[in-house]
């Protein structure tokens, strides 16, 4: 070879070189860099749907994105299932409205696998009209329920909220830039709560018979769909954390009026023994006082109870925040599921140590330590 034509590849490699010293560089996103390196796989399927609509011109219904991580060391025997509460969608998990850590890559450090759905009719999950009237939740809406509680809140324990990530004057308000990349995530929610918990009930069936046994996970208006899995495949559920569950049982409180949730803890059937075939034959009444101040009066059945037979057997954990509206009835959704012979654990974070936080728990500045909580019940509890 011709000392010109070594200086000329020389040359060649060096730009070679050169250019792949450029592309090493890490890419600048507009986004904060969260730890990955313990998931060693990623990906997502749909579970679920069914075919409607005349022939030749069918669509698919009811069916349910799902995106997997799984870690790089299995350290769980069960999976855990996540499940978004209204308005909401998987981001829940993936992160914190101000660039932190979620839940998602935190349980796969701890050595789960991770399934994170978005319901059927949200988000990933396609909704038609013909599937029924939604709903959008307003910025006061938001702030009212879940970040500004402090101040918008009506509930006594409200002022107690100290866990909304930001600071300054208008912290967890329209304007405030990490209120404003939450309420981004926020989307329209089918009305109808017997509609929602059927397709989800359907969906999640699916799932599990898909992945096997699983810990389900739920987040408010998904609470009912934890006990309406269980009751559809008692086998397959090892666990239900139940985080602010949709209740209390039969009445609306705070947040609406009248009443709700028919089957106790559900809107529709879901199997007592003695079997009932309608909601009227649940014979309930008011329990003469609150079981402490500020507390809602809780609705029980009627002795003798009739029992969930299907979730009897699950453990099972309701977990509420100090300063949130569900501090003041959570404890009766607890009660109920006992009476009904679901052996259910109630924590209120403050009397684990666990001070200041409003509904939106997993984006809450302390989301972490929650998370490391509920690790550890089910490091106790799941065998």
């Known amino acids: 070879m011709t ?10 490699a060096l730009v070679s070189v050169c250019v792949l010293a450029a592309r090493a560089e890490p890419p600048k996103l507009p986004v904060a860099a969260i730890d990955q390196s313990a998931v060693a796989q990623r990906g997502y399927f749909y579970v679920g749907g069914k075919y409607t609509g005349e022939p030749g011109k069918e669509i698919m219904q009811g069916q349910s994105y799902v995106e997997v991580l799984a870690p790089k060391d299995v350290r769980q025997p069960y999976p855990l299932v996540l499940i978004h509460g209204a308005a909401q969608t998987a981001t829940n998990w993936m992160g914190t409205p101000d660039g932190r850590k979620g839940w998602a890559e935190y349980f796969v450090e701890q050595g789960y696998v991770v399934y994170m759905i978005d319901q059927p009719m949200r988000g990933r999950s396609a909704w038609h009209p013909g599937d029924g009237a939604t709903r959008m939740f307003t910025a006061p809406n938001e702030e009212f329920q879940f970040t500004a509680i402090e101040t918008a809140g009506t509930w006594p324990q409200a002022k107690k909220h100290t866990q909304w990530p930001g600071d300054g004057p208008n912290k967890g308000r329209k304007g405030d830039p990490i209120f404003d990349a939450f309420y981004a ?61 949709s209740g209390p049982p039969f009445e609306a409180t705070i947040i609406g009026t009248g009443r709700a949730r028919a089957f106790g803890v559900t809107d529709i059937p879901i199997r007592y023994d003695p079997p009932i075939k309608d909601a009227s034959e649940l014979a309930v009444q008011r329990d003469a006082e609150p079981e402490g101040p500020d507390l809602f009066v809780c609705w029980m059945q009627k002795a003798p109870a009739r029992q969930l037979v299907n979730l009897k057997g699950i453990p099972t954990v309701i977990i509420a925040a100090e300063a949130s ?19 259910t654990e109630y924590i209120r974070l403050q009397d ?11 984006l809450e500045k302390n989301n972490l330590q929650i998370a490391g909580l509920i690790d550890q019940w089910l490091r106790e509890n799941v065998k």
């Not at 000392?3 to 590849?9: C, E, N």
């Not at 501090?327 to 052996?343: E, F, I, R, S």
């Not at 684990?352 to 997993?362: C, E, K, L, Q, S």
Request: net charge neutral; proline share 4%.
């Open 3 to 12: 000392g010109r034509m070594l200086q000329a590849s020389a040359g060649v």
């Open 185 to 245: 995530t926020q989307v329209e929610t089918v009305i109808s709560n017997e509609e929602t918990q059927q397709r989800n009930q359907d969906a999640g069936a699916a799932l599990l018979d898909k992945i096997g046994p699983a810990i389900v996970l739920t987040h408010s208006q998904s609470g009912p769909f934890g006990w309406l899995i269980a009751d559809a495949r008692p086998n397959l559920v090892k666990a239900i954390v139940a985080i602010e569950p």
């Open 325 to 343: 509206y569900h501090q003041t009835y959570d404890h009766c959704t607890a009660k109920y599921l006992n009476q009904a012979g679901v052996k």
């Open 352 to 362: 684990r140590g666990i001070f200041g936080n409003g509904h939106m728990v997993m």
